[in-house]
């Protein structure tokens, strides 16, 4: 779990870096428009539901969310926005795994194996690596709540897994679970960290500290394309890995 907690912090502190920069925006907007399609009403869908919760932790202007949702359940513009998952190999081997959102196809294919073949890695074809990975429901909670509280919340409301981790207690579930655990806490006023669904590896990669260093830019370069909403690997970075500014 370790390499998976590695990542994950880096992500996250990238992603607070890109919602003072407002950058963030642009990726939660794709992913209200997507989402939207399965219906406008956030009570009947629970991936508009997650989407929107985002959205207001970015401090997402109402109206913007507004049309994010109109632009795709089609009572608003219609966008032709679409999903596209990408897989392939990056230094020392390591599996990873893209996931996008985009109106333009062909753009966001040029990019997305350039990043590849850049940092020395190269884009595989569907199904190479995506049967190494698992869909999953993630929910952190601050530390600053009682841990047998927040335990059984999360377990009644259908969690598999609760670990205390340096920085907050994480709840692991199925995906189709996620919407379930964070209306429970919704319930008992207790305020979220993070809450969505990711894909995890169950066979991982050790990397050294060098290795690392590659793996990371990689990623890091990859999550910032305009078309890149997540990216997942099977790399596990050493327990002491630092970040290299």
């Known amino acids: 779990m370790a390499g998976h907690s590695k990542w994950a912090n880096i992500k996250h502190r990238k992603a607070r870096q890109d919602a003072s920069r407002g950058k963030i925006w642009t990726k939660v907007i794709r992913e209200i428009t997507v989402a939207a399609k399965g219906g406008p009403d956030p009570n009947d869908?629970?991936?508009?539901?997650l989407a929107l919760d985002k959205a207001n932790a970015a401090n997402m202007p109402k109206d913007t969310i507004k049309r994010a949702v109109q632009?795709?359940?089609?009572?608003?513009?219609?966008?032709?926005?679409?999903?596209?998952?990408f897989e392939g190999y990056g230094p020392n081997g390591v599996a990873i795994l893209v996931e996008t959102m985009t109106d333009n196809r062909n753009r966001t294919?040029?990019?997305?194996r350039h990043a590849f073949s850049k940092f020395g890695g190269n884009m595989g074809t569907d199904g190479s690596v995506a049967y190494l990975f698992n869909k999953l429901g993630v929910v952190h909670v601050d530390l600053s709540h009682d841990e047998d509280q927040i335990m059984e919340i999360?377990?009644?409301?259908?969690?598999d897994d609760f670990i205390v981790t340096e920085d907050?207690?994480?709840?692991?579930?199925a995906s189709t679970n996620l919407s379930a655990i964070t209306e429970a806490f919704k319930k008992k006023n207790i305020e979220t960290l993070l809450a969505e669904n990711t894909m995890?590896?169950?066979t991982l990669v050790s990397l050294d500290q060098e290795a690392s260093e590659k793996v990371l830019k990689i990623m890091n370069f990859m999550d910032d394309l305009d078309d890149v909403q997540?990216?997942?690997t099977n790399a596990e970075?050493?327990?002491?890995?630092?970040?290299?500014?």
């Open 230 to 232: 997540e990216v997942h």
């Open 154 to 159: 999360a377990l009644d409301a259908g969690a």
């Open 71 to 85: 632009k795709g359940s089609g009572t608003g513009e219609m966008g032709a926005i679409e999903e596209l998952t």
């Open 109 to 112: 294919v040029a990019d997305v």
């Open 45 to 49: 869908n629970p991936r508009l539901r």
């Open 237 to 245: 970075f050493p327990e002491d890995f630092t970040e290299e500014d």
């Open 200 to 202: 995890r590896a169950e």
């Open 168 to 173: 907050y207690f994480e709840i692991i579930s």
